[in-house]
């Protein structure tokens, strides 16, 4: 068994077991569904080796904080700065100017190591929007930061009581929060992604092993037996990568697979046999010593590319693949190794956070400075306004009028009508609520199945609407109704419009939650956009990023029997004339003619992407039907 301090081959070897599989799965090659546990891999090895360095500096007396700290900052900060940089100047030439405001915040938000909570407000990490933000993938590196604000603190404090109490808490807290993990993926999915409750488990695992190999006397089982568990520890992580996909819960108990066999292969492997051998060649070592450079780089090449090319083939992949090495290696030989072998180095710490800090601080200034002034890129698109994606659950219009309630309930497709909802509800005496989740559908016994997963936060909504009621509500819902549906419990249902007993199951939904108020309840069914996807393939990213890149297949109009759920919208209208006091509101009115609808007409364009509506399709939508809901508002 190898000693516990000395370099080890193997362990960059694994490194690039880590690193290769996000690569190939952010890539979009299906045989690696699992890629994303490369970064637990990683997490288990940060754990491992940075408790490893802590331990032997505290047996020594030689420890320092400052001293800690500012090794990090010359491990992470210098390649991360020049990331952020060089995908900002691509970021304003490319991004339409929403898109280049997410990503100052997110720069913002990497700097201060805070970007997983930040990408945790926004979208899914499996969400196909997501894979279009360039720093994305700084998510991970927000989570071990925080970890090490904490971990060499709780090491100070325990350190005089022996390690036995050390790795009682540690064994403790890594319990914790793996039953933290396997509860929050079954209930709070992204969180449980994306913050570190539910990642801690797996780094403080990588420091158990620390102690267990710190403790470790000479060779206490037989060198044939070490090949054998490493090469079960290999065994676990090849099933991870090829058979985990979007769908698995995780991080949760499944996530024991990954991390039990690169606790194996870090404490069983050595490169002198067996899957040590192996990891210790060459062409596995040279990845791992590349791979925080090529961890970096890849996801900017990535979304860059998915925003400039439309539809990416295996040899575009492949291409991009070779350009994220080409600038891995690059930044490891010219950045990220002399940051942390010369630049500054014999500058005391103090004096090196000052320095140091000029690049994050400058940053910093920059996107704050474009954002408070609300500036957009000098790029080639036309600035179109996006749907009001971000605003919080639930919102509601801090003055109080004399008149009732309009309650805005649904999801993405409600909030994009919230503005200018919010703004009728006041000229008309009317409070506003807005109650609605990202991709949640919540109706009695049923919601939609997200990734997988099913949120609990979006399950309890409609219960939440029901026992706030009021008997001058006005309750107007509004959804893209053709998510996969799922009962609470989580078992899918289908897909509405390509499964009938799914789009039986939201009829029945629906009505039975207009069944749990009285007649006197008020509802408006807002039906499903027409969409901008049906006019071309191309309108993923909506009409300005069409005009942008190709110029050319961006059509602004197509047959109105071919929009987005456009059967299902009648199926919504029947419910309404079964009962008084629902009114159907098809959206197809504002968009669409008789035969034709329409992407944008005189210059304005409607759809923010491929199906949410811009500021000022809403603002035609309700001066299409203004009178209709003001009718409405006043019957009491």
């Known amino acids: 068994m190898a000693a516990a301090f000395t370099y080890r081959k193997e362990i960059d070897g694994l490194r690039a077991l880590a690193v290769l599989p996000v690569l190939f799965f952010h890539a979009g090659f299906e045989a690696f569904s699992g890629g994303f546990v490369g970064v637990d891999i990683f997490f288990v090895i940060s754990g491992y080796l940075i408790t490893s360095i802590l331990i032997s500096e505290m047996d020594a007396g030689k420890f320092s904080l400052i001293t800690f700290y500012e090794r990090r900052a010359r491990r992470i900060l210098p390649a991360l700065c020049t990331v952020i940089l060089v995908s900002g100047g691509v970021a304003y030439l490319i991004m339409l100017p929403d898109q280049w405001k997410n990503f100052l915040q997110s720069s913002i938000a990497v700097i201060f190591f805070i970007s997983n909570i930040f990408f945790w407000l ?16 700084s998510w991970s590196l927000a989570v071990e930061e925080q970890y090490y604000i904490f971990f060499p603190i709780l090491l100070i404090l325990l350190w005089r009581f022996g390690r036995n109490p050390i790795v ?13 993990a396997e509860w929050g993926s079954r209930h709070y999915p992204s969180a449980n992604f994306y913050l570190l409750f539910g990642r801690a488990w797996e780094i403080l695992s990588g420091s158990l092993a620390a102690f267990y190999m710190a403790q470790l006397t ?5 060198t044939q037996l070490n090949d054998i568990l490493a090469w079960i520890g290999f065994i676990l992580l090849a099933i991870s990568i090829f058979l985990f996909d979007k769908d698995t819960p995780f991080p949760s108990l499944y996530a024991l697979l990954p991390i039990g066999g690169t606790l194996l292969i870090l404490l069983f492997s050595n490169e002198k046999g067996g899957i040590g051998r192996l990891l210790a060649q060459p062409l596995f070592v040279g990845v791992g010593l590349i791979s925080y450079s090529l961890y970096l780089w890849h996801q900017p090449v990535f979304a860059f590319a998915r925003l400039l090319i439309f539809e990416i083939d295996f040899l575009v992949k492949s291409a991009l693949i070779i350009v994220s090495v080409i600038l891995a290696i690059i930044s490891y030989y010219l950045i990220e190794k002399p940051a942390r072998f010369i630049w500054l180095k014999n500058t005391r710490p103090l004096t090196f956070f000052g320095k140091a800090a000029l690049v994050p601080i400058f940053i910093i200034i920059f996107s704050a400075t474009f954002l408070f002034f ?14 009001a994606l971000h605003t919080p659950w639930n919102y509601a219009l801090p003055s109080t009028q004399p008149m009732g309630r309009l309650i805005l ?6 909030r994009q009508y919230a503005p200018v909802m919010e703004r009728f509800a006041n000229d008309n005496d009317q409070n506003f609520l807005l109650k609605a989740g990202p991709a949640c559908i919540s109706l009695p016994g049923l919601t939609n199945y997200y990734n997988g997963a099913v949120s609990a936060e979006c399950i309890d909504q409609w219960q ?25 419990d989580g078992n899918a249902i289908g897909k509405i419009g390509e499964d009938p007993q799914a789009s039986d199951a939201m009829v029945k939904g629906l009505k039975d939650l207009i069944d749990k108020y009285d007649r006197e309840q008020r509802f408006i069914i807002i039906g499903n956009v027409p969409a901008a996807y049906p006019s071309s393939k191309y309108m993923k990213h909506g009409y300005a990023r069409c005009e942008q890149l190709i110029n050319g297949d961006c059509k602004l109009s197509y047959a109105r029997k071919d929009g987005e759920l456009y059967a299902f919208n009648q199926r919504l209208n029947e419910v309404s004339q079964d009962y008084s006091n629902v009114t159907f509101i098809d959206p197809y009115d504002s968009f669409c003619e008789e035969e034709t ?8 364009i409607y759809y923010s992407d491929d199906a949410h509506l811009t500021d000022v399709a809403t603002k035609v939508f309700l001066q299409q039907e203004s009178e209709k809901i003001r009718a409405i508002l006043e019957v009491k």
Not at 169 to 178: C, E, G, K, Y
């Open 597 to 604: 609808c329409y992407v944008g007409r005189d210059g304005d």
């Open 168 to 180: 009682y808490i540690t064994a403790f807290l890594a319990l914790i929060s793996l039953v933290s």
């Open 464 to 488: 939440s609407l029901y026992e706030d009621r009021k008997a001058n509500d006005v309750i107007m819902i509004a959804h893209r109704w053709g998510p996969i549906l799922s009962d609470v």
């Open 218 to 222: 000479d060779k206490k089982i037989s």
């Open 122 to 137: 926004e979208d899914d990490y499996f969400a196909a929007i997501s894979e279009e933000k360039p720093l994305l993938h």
């Open 409 to 414: 309930y649904g999801d993405s497709h409600a």
């Open 374 to 387: 609300r500036m957009g890129p000098q790029n080639l698109a036309t600035g179109q306004s996006y749907a």
